[in-house]
């Protein structure tokens, strides 16, 4: 079992950045490729991005590339997404995933572990 707890959600400008995190504990942090997915109100559960293990592949949603990056700190279990360039179409729950492979595409295609979600609202 891995338990995912997200944090750093909150309101932000159009146009500004924010930076949401997201600790794992249980079993081994680095063997899991990890990932972000949001859902907003009214929309299906949407992938945003993805890193594997090593922290060397990453890919991102349509929506986001460019403006959002994914990374990790295996030494601190934890998983970032640094948002800019921020829009209304952004506002959402962002929810962290975790998955056992090695494959980084295995986030997106089959997520295992998920965590309660932290919002982000961004005003125009």
């Known amino acids: 079992q891995v338990q995912l707890v997200e944090s750093g959600g909150g309101l932000v400008q159009a146009g500004g950045s924010l930076r949401i995190s997201c600790a794992a504990s249980?079993?081994?942090?680095?063997?899991?490729?990890m990932g972000w997915f949001r859902q907003a109100p009214g929309k299906e559960r949407e992938f945003v991005a993805a890193?594997?293990?090593?922290?060397?592949?990453?890919f991102y949603g349509d929506s986001v590339k460019g403006r959002f990056t994914i990374s990790r700190d295996n030494a601190k279990n934890t998983v970032y997404l640094q948002m800019n360039s921020l829009n209304s179409e952004d506002t959402a729950a962002y929810y962290c995933?975790?998955?056992?492979?090695?494959?980084?595409?295995?986030?997106?295609?089959?997520?295992?572990?998920w965590g309660q979600g932290t919002q982000v609202t961004v005003s125009s």
């Open positions: 890193v594997s293990w090593n922290g060397r592949s990453t």
């Open positions: 995933a975790a998955t056992a492979s090695a494959n980084v595409y295995d986030v997106k295609r089959r997520p295992q572990y």
């Open positions: 249980g079993r081994t942090f680095g063997g899991y490729g």
